[in-house]
């Protein structure tokens, strides 16, 4: 059976996902987007994704995880 913080991780994970998704759809249909930058722009999503996926299921196994799910700032993880 899985925790509610492994739950809860998982459902920030595919909202963080569907966001991500959202944004390369923009990045990718904008036509004064120079191509050179649109990869730039897609490495760092990736980047982004990645870490704040890495921090997420980090923050679910914790045993400090009955504090408040990290919130992700410029790719710093603060709690608030």
């Given at each position: 059976m899985m925790t509610w913080h492994m739950m809860s991780a998982l459902g920030s994970i595919a909202t963080v996902e569907r966001i991500i998704?959202?944004?390369?759809?923009?990045?990718?249909?904008?036509?004064?987007?120079?191509?050179?930058?649109?990869?730039?722009?897609?490495?760092?999503?990736?980047?982004r994704a990645s870490f704040a996926?890495?921090?997420?299921?980090?923050?679910?196994?914790?045993?400090d995880a009955e504090r408040k799910m990290p919130i992700l700032h410029d790719g710093v993880a603060c709690s608030e």
């Open positions: 998704q959202k944004f390369r759809e923009l990045i990718d249909t904008d036509d004064s987007i120079a191509p050179d930058v649109r990869d730039s722009l897609h490495a760092m999503l990736d980047r996926k890495e921090r997420l299921l980090e923050w679910s196994r914790t045993e």
